[in-house]
């Protein structure tokens, strides 16, 4: 009785305006003082610095030639991983095997390890003698551009992947099988009627993997070779300035203007997709039913099951996890046992992994917190469609900032507004501003493919908005919550550029491993697979039980 008289008074609160629109102004505070400002100060704060780069034409031209070469990396992957995920998040999403759950946290594994390490393992993989190359005579992939797409495509792959099974596992299935007691074959009835539903989704991970290749920094840089990028220029001009090529105002420009044009360009881009995207005719509304039958049954979607997991494992997880292979053969040596012990340098490497799943665990919580009501708030137009739209395109900003631009500019806001402020806490608001935009554009995707019918309808028989809520909207976007929380913690776990900038003496599982990795001469290759190891095995486990304790056993 208490426990109904709670919700009772909360959902007579939830019914007064005052409430209501006391939450969603703090939604946007929240979104203004922790996620858009703190970056944008730090970069404004240099912002006199471009004056230095646009009077060094040479310095000019390779930012602009960088900046081009990320977009033009980052639309070709998304697009590709638009194309090869959908086949995978049906196979998880209506799969009736056994074996599936183990796929779908398998189809995780990119996403969780550190990317520092993501790049020296597809570096091993695909061009140095330890991997493929020492069949051939030289390396299968050089350093360069296609060895930066084959990266940013493994590492981008599951975020689509885990945006489109949530999607397609909130989808009521009623008019696709509709469609199919109609005569429509499965692929006519998906591509006619599942696929148009789910639309916003899709845009919505073409967006997310398109902001992660174009934010991504680390490995890149290790994977890139000659070639440049947006972040890959930014780390040389670093590189440029401790060697004392050139002085610290050409490097504050050089990052302040490509950081600039990063952001212009990216919001540019999601601006047409946002206008675009919902006038987009999802699906082709012809219909070959000769072609689509015989695509349709046994044969065709076999094969397709196939070639999707072949492509699955045999270009993303198993070069994602080749760093990792002398993980098992230092199981039977000394290193294995000193890592139980926690002796040398593993006492601080248990340390750092506990950090990184406690502040993985906070970030992933108070985005669950804050970014609700800014998914709905931005979903449902509560303010009007221009205020949603410019939301909309706030929320993206910190997705297109490199991961280091964006800890130095946090850093340098926070220590000179807050300069008492623990480093814990700047590790909170670092991980919180990287990882926002994956919960609330997955929740805001989720909760725009419900009907505002259904709302409208359940208060007008007299619910109040938290019953609505709570009856309605999570029950149909539980699944896309979940996944925007995996997205959330594994992002968190597997940062490392931002949180080498923004912390000094706190050093994340995904920091020291960098350090290992970079440093070869100090630390042995059985440490490095080691550790590498056991920071995915624990992953592995921690989102295979989340799998396990949350996921309803029934399928749609």
Not at 489 to 517: C, H, M, N, Q
């Amino acid at each position: 009785m208490p426990k109904q008289g709670a919700i009772g008074a909360l959902g007579n609160l939830s019914s007064k305006r005052s409430a209501k629109y006391g939450m969603y102004l703090t939604a946007v505070i929240v979104l203004f003082a922790l996620i858009i400002l703190p970056p944008i100060l730090g970069i404004a704060l240099k912002w006199g610095s471009i004056a230095y780069v646009l009077g060094r034409r040479d310095l000019l031209s390779r930012s602009l030639i960088a900046v081009q070469n990320s977009f033009t990396i980052a639309l070709l992957v998304s697009a590709l991983g638009v194309i090869a995920g959908i086949p995978l998040a049906w196979v998880i999403a209506r799969s009736k095997s056994k074996w599936i759950k183990i796929v779908d946290t398998l189809a995780d594994i990119p996403f969780i390890v550190p990317t520092s390490v993501l790049g020296y393992s597809l570096l091993l993989f695909w061009s140095l003698p330890e991997g493929l190359s020492s069949l051939f005579e030289s390396s299968i992939v050089s350093p360069g551009w296609l060895l930066i797409m084959l990266l940013h495509f493994t590492f981008s792959y599951p975020v689509i992947v885990r945006v489109v099974v949530g999607a397609l596992l909130d989808y009521k299935r009623e008019y696709e099988n509709a469609a199919r007691t109609l005569g429509a074959p499965p692929f006519v009835a998906a591509r006619t009627v599942t696929f148009s539903v789910i639309k916003p989704s899709l845009i919505a991970a073409f967006i997310l993997a398109f902001a992660r290749s174009i934010s991504e920094t680390g490995a890149t840089f290790i994977v890139a070779g000659a070639f440049e990028n947006g972040p890959v220029f930014i780390q040389h001009m670093k590189e440029s300035l401790s060697q004392g090529a050139i002085t610290q105002a050409e490097y504050d420009g050089a990052t302040v203007f490509t950081s600039f044009m990063l952001i212009i360009v990216a919001l540019l881009i999601f601006l047409v997709i946002r206008i675009v995207g919902p006038k987009l005719k999802l699906p082709v509304k012809k219909i070959y039913p000769a072609v689509e039958g015989k695509l349709s049954y046994t044969k065709a979607c076999l094969s397709r099951n196939i070639v999707t997991l072949l492509v699955f494992f045999l270009i993303v997880l198993v070069p994602s996890l080749f760093v990792a292979r002398t993980a098992f053969s230092a199981i039977l040596t000394d290193t294995f046992a000193e890592s139980v012990s926690g002796s040398g340098i593993w006492g601080e490497y248990w340390q750092s992994l506990a950090l990184s799943y406690i502040l993985a665990g906070v970030v992933t919580l108070l985005n669950v917190l804050i970014g609700l009501p800014m998914a709905i708030l931005i979903a449902r137009k509560r303010l009007g469609s221009l205020f949603s739209a410019v939301l909309d395109l706030l929320v993206n900003v910190p997705l297109v900032v490199p991961s280091i631009a964006l800890g130095v500019s946090l850093r340098g806001f926070w220590k000179e507004t807050v300069a008492f402020a623990p480093e814990m806490l700047l590790l909170i608001f670092a991980h919180l501003a990287i990882t926002y935009p994956y919960f609330v554009k997955s929740m805001s995707a989720a909760v725009e493919r419900i009907s505002i019918d259904m709302e409208d309808a359940s208060r007008t028989l007299g619910a109040k908005p938290l019953i609505v809520f709570k009856t309605i909207v999570l029950p149909l976007t539980k699944y896309s919550i979940l996944s925007g929380a995996i997205m959330v913690f594994t992002r968190s776990v597997s940062e490392t550029g931002a949180t080498i900038a923004v912390v000094s003496t706190l050093k994340t599982a995904p920091v020291v491993l960098v350090d290992w990795v970079t440093h070869p001469s100090q630390f042995t290759a059985s440490q490095r697979g080691l550790g590498s190891g056991f920071l995915m095995f624990f992953s592995f486990l921690i989102l295979l039980a989340l799998r396990l304790a949350i996921r309803e056993k029934g399928r749609y």
